[in-house]
């Protein structure tokens, strides 16, 4: 077994062969070419360890030189604090498992769409810029030039306004008192490119949406029906599920929506119109007349859906349309059948007013000349319904 003893080298240990006399007396001169060996602490694993045994004392010099140089390096990472994809993975993985929600906490818990479109942007967009950073090192400066950048490029406001809101909460949440991960959020002084987006308030008239849809390879026409005619939400469609449109071995005369990003969305129960249900019926039994699983064979939380249908829609001389402007042509097509404001409310899954008016864009009425006549037609018909009509 080698002897070891310390030399005169801090953290360097020698052993002399059986033979040397400097085997037995450390004060006799060495004879042999002896072992040597380093030793040290390691902070991370909080015991000393030895290096490999060598003949070459330099090698060991340089071990231990290589550990001091790594343990000061490590030291300096440690005081720069975590870096933004650090911070950003484990924001996002509170969010998936609930631990984290709006408002800081204070609201309710993000949706799965929700969660999935932030998954998206993480993964797409702002981790590869900025992942490898040290969350405290980026300025204002930095963020600032991202976003004229992305400006350039031709990315939307609302699309930038979107990075830069997934951006800003992982930096409040790791900024709060109780955390002190960073000591502030860059992005609350930064500039958005100028509003300037036209609104997506487009109105389809029927004629129009019939054309729209008929340009359109079945599956993808789907998603865009289910919006013109029912006025679900991207979301919405997203979940829906077959038990969600069948009614035994047919299709029902209403859609159960079964979860919304509202209260007021969730279980409500919008008619199916007949154009509808044809759509839906051959879209039944092309999937195989299941009784499970997801209506839509496409998805709709990207942007390929829509890049097809846009594509559809030239070829066909046809201006595009967005789901978000489906569902304002739905309201506008219940307001011009006559449906009530309660009515409306209802089936668009708002608990205001004020929702709806933001939505509605009444399709064309007949002229102010035929008011008196759409009053008298009213009142013939409550004259011959007992119960109003």
């Not at 360890?49 to 070459?56: C, F, L, N, Q, S």
């Not at 300096?76 to 604090?81: D, H």
């Not at 939505?359 to 007992?386: F, H, I, T």
């Amino acid at each position: 077994m080698a002897n070891w003893r310390k030399s005169r080298f801090p953290g360097v240990y020698v052993a002399h062969s059986k033979s040397c006399p400097a085997f037995t007396d450390p004060e006799a001169r060495c004879r042999c070419k002896p072992s040597w060996r380093g030793r040290r602490w390691d902070s991370a694993a909080r015991k000393p360890v030895w290096g490999k045994t060598t003949k070459d004392r330099s090698e060991v010099l340089v071990w231990l030189a290589a550990a001091a140089k790594g343990a000061d390096h490590l030291a300096e990472l440690s005081n720069r604090g975590p870096t933004f994809g650090a911070l950003g993975d484990e924001w996002l993985d509170g969010v998936e498992r609930g631990r984290i929600g709006r408002r800081r906490g204070r609201g309710k818990p993000y949706s799965d769409t929700t969660i999935e479109s932030m998954r998206r942007r993480w993964q797409y967009k702002v981790r590869p810029e900025f992942g490898e950073r040290f969350a405290g090192e980026l300025t204002e400066m930095d963020w600032q030039r991202w976003i004229d950048q992305l400006t350039r490029q031709g990315l939307s406001r609302s699309s930038i306004a979107q990075l830069v809101s997934l951006a800003s909460g992982i930096y409040s949440w790791a900024a709060a008192p109780s955390r002190r991960l960073v000591q502030r959020n860059p992005l609350r002084l930064v500039e958005l490119p100028p509003n300037d987006e036209k609104p997506r308030m487009r109105v389809a008239l029927a004629p129009e949406a019939a054309a729209l849809l008929a340009a359109l390879e079945p599956e993808d026409r789907l998603p865009y029906a289910i919006a013109f005619y029912a006025g679900l939400r991207r979301s919405e469609l997203y979940r829906l599920e077959w038990p969600d449109l069948l009614d035994g071995d047919g299709i029902a005369t209403r859609i159960h929506v079964m979860k919304s990003k509202s209260d007021a969305g969730t279980h409500r129960r919008p008619p199916i119109a007949d154009n509808l249900r044809t759509i839906l019926a051959a879209a039944w039994e092309r999937q195989g007349r299941p009784h499970e699983g997801k209506v839509l064979g496409v998805s709709v939380m990207s942007g390929k859906h829509a890049e097809r249908a846009d594509a559809a829609w030239r070829a066909a001389g046809l201006s595009r349309i967005t789901l978000h402007e489906c569902r304002h042509t739905y309201a506008s097509l219940l307001m011009a059948a006559g449906y009530t404001i309660k009515e409306l409310m209802e089936y668009m899954g708002h608990a205001d007013l004020q929702m709806v008016n933001r939505y509605v864009k009444l399709l064309p009425q007949p002229g102010e000349d035929d008011a008196a006549a759409r009053l008298n037609d009213y009142l013939r018909r409550s004259a011959s319904d007992p119960r109003g009509a």
